[in-house]
């Protein structure tokens, strides 16, 4: 590991307590009252932290997957990116976050979003994938 990313990694240690109970969406649930164990947030996101980025999200265009302007990305350069991944690439120089698909007429760039056209990828399109988004997080407050 990059001693960049040692310090980074080592600066960012934060262990916070993991309820061993799991937290009911539907109906409640009787609350268990200890923890299971400390959890850190670098064990739990971060596969290969070598090959992993945060990146900030500005704009709307992926709203429909669940990412917001202002989410926070965990974005893993060594998966090869598939269709129906979402994922980060370059295209024309610029960063964009846009969902891997496959059609008959090739691959394409897919926004989340009705106001937002599909990129097509042709021979002629400048584009790169950067990498594939693993985690989103995103405040609720």
């Not at 164990?37 to 429909?64: H, K, Q, Y």
């Not at 370059?90 to 698909?101: A, H, I, P, S």
Request: aromatic share 6%; net charge negative.
């Amino acid at each position: 590991m990059p001693d960049v990313c040692k310090a980074v990694s080592s600066a960012l240690a934060v262990r916070c307590p993991l309820l061993m109970a799991r937290v009911e969406a539907g109906f409640p649930s009787p609350a268990d009252d200890y923890v299971e164990r400390a959890l850190d947030l670098n064990e739990e996101l971060i596969a290969r932290p070598a090959a992993t980025f945060f990146l900030r999200v500005s704009g709307c265009s992926m709203e429909g997957a669940g990412i917001h302007d202002g989410d926070l990305l965990i974005v893993d350069r060594s998966i090869s990116p598939a269709p129906n991944m979402v994922i980060v690439a370059v295209v024309d120089g610029e960063f964009t976050v846009k969902r891997l698909r496959q059609s008959s007429a090739g691959f394409m760039l897919e926004a989340a979003h009705p106001n937002y056209p599909p990129i097509s990828i042709g021979p002629d399109t400048e584009i790169r994938a950067w990498g594939v988004v693993t985690w989103v997080i995103h405040r609720t407050c």
